[in-house]
T-cell receptor, first 113, second 112 residues
Framework: DQQVKQNSPSLSVQEGRISILNCDYT??????FLWYKKYPAEGPTFLIS?????DKNEDGRFTVFLNKSAKHLSLHIVPSQPGDSAVYFC????????????FGSGTQLTVLP | DSGVTQTPKHLITATGQRVTLRCSPR?????VYWYQQSLDQGLQFLIQ???????AKGNILERFSAQQFPDLHSELNLSSLELGDSALYFC???????????FGQGTRLTVV
């Protein structure tokens, strides 16, 4: 039972354009959402997060949007750069004492020069 | 550099053997998480410790165990290894249970 879904395994965009990565979740107990970037043979790198009390969070070129009613979040990267090419993972954690992260399956972003 | 250190980076061992993976969390972080990434499984949560105490268990096999020591470093012990245990094992740490987790570079385990 996949509680966090990234339905697009891959995405290609042109350098300078916007990249939009999408993520859906099913568990209504999730209240904290994160995006990670991962290069091959390296650990995931934290990018940006958002709490369920917000619907938008910005950090430089990265903006995360949260639509709680649709159980959907997205990561916007503007402008996209070739160095952004990596696998992007959406993750969520829920209420309770554990708060471990549940990850989506990832989206491979390729930014074309 | 996330500040989370994992050793060793690579490990090759035979089936039936036992190995120990080590993780040093970021300075000040109390929570340590272990994740497994297999080719076809994505990042799967294994176990979490908070300030020395086990807090949550995920899809961790009974052959696997972990602990967090008083200095907050953690070890993941994998025993009776099988070919299917070959994977990347990541450790992550966070200051609290409501802050972002930062990952180490991982240990690539190959069971032959």
């Amino acid at each position: 039972d996949q509680q966090v879904k990234q339905n697009s395994p891959s995405l290609s965009v042109q350098e300078g354009r916007i990249s939009i990565l999408n993520c859906d979740y099913t568990n209504s107990m999730f209240d904290y959402f994160l995006w990670y970037k991962k290069y091959p043979a390296e650990g995931p790198t934290f990018l940006i997060s958002i709490s369920s009390i917000k619907d938008k969070n910005e950090d430089g070129r990265f903006t995360v949007f949260l639509n709680k009613s649709a159980k959907h979040l997205s990561l916007h990267i503007v402008p996209s750069q070739p160095g952004d090419s990596a696998v992007y993972f959406c993750a969520a954690s829920g209420a309770g004492s554990a708060r471990q992260l549940t990850f989506g399956s990832g989206t491979q972003l390729t930014v074309l020069p | 550099d996330s500040g989370v250190t994992q050793t060793p980076k690579h490990l090759i061992t035979a089936t039936g053997q036992r190995v120990t993976l080590r993780c040093s969390p970021r300075s000040g972080d109390l929570s340590v998480y272990w994740y497994q990434q297999s080719l076809d499984q994505g990042l799967q949560f294994l176990i979490q410790y908070y300030n020395g105490e086990e807090r949550a268990k995920g899809n961790i096999l009974e052959r696997f165990s972990a602990q967090q020591f008083p200095d907050l470093h953690s070890e993941l012990n994998l025993s009776s290894l099988e070919l299917g245990d070959s994977a990347l094992y990541f450790c992550a740490s966070s200051y609290s249970q409501t802050s972002a987790a930062f990952f180490g570079q991982g240990t690539r385990l190959t069971v032959v």
